[in-house]
């Protein structure tokens, strides 16, 4: 069982930049690969980025490729999304997610923990 418990989302301008924190507690943190994914209202929730146990191996949806930069601190137990160069289309409630599998998930169906998510709001 693991906790997880997101923070650093709020609104921002376009064009702007956002860092993302998903602290976890309970067993080892290294045991995880991590996820972050999104919701916006209305539509349903969507990978954001990944990242393997060690942090070697990093995955990115295309919409946030070159823009959006997925990190991990095992010592700290916590996972990063660092958000650059902001759109209005980013605007949506942020969640982390951890899963022991064997491979890095790129659905929500992968997952097993989830944290209550923050939201991240663009002003145009």
């Known amino acids: 069982q693991v906790q997880l418990v997101e923070s650093g989302g709020g609104l921002v301008q376009a064009g702007g930049s956002l860092r993302l924190s998903c602290a976890a507690s309970?067993?080892?943190?290294?045991?995880?690969?991590m996820g972050w994914f999104r919701q916006a209202p209305g539509k349903e929730r969507e990978f954001v980025a990944a990242?393997?146990?060690?942090?070697?191996?990093?995955y990115y949806a295309n919409s946030v490729k070159g823009r959006f930069t997925i990190s991990r601190d095992n010592a700290k137990n916590t996972v990063y999304l660092q958000m650059n160069s902001l759109k209005p289309d980013d605007t949506a409630v942020y969640y982390c997610?951890?899963?022991?599998?064997?491979?890095?998930?790129?659905?929500?169906?992968?997952?097993?923990?989830w944290g209550q998510g923050t939201q991240v709001t663009l002003s145009s």
């Open positions: 997610a951890a899963d022991s599998g064997p491979r890095v998930g790129f659905t929500v169906f992968e997952y097993t923990f």
């Open positions: 309970g067993r080892t943190f290294s045991m995880y690969n």
């Open positions: 990242i393997s146990r060690s942090g070697a191996n990093t």
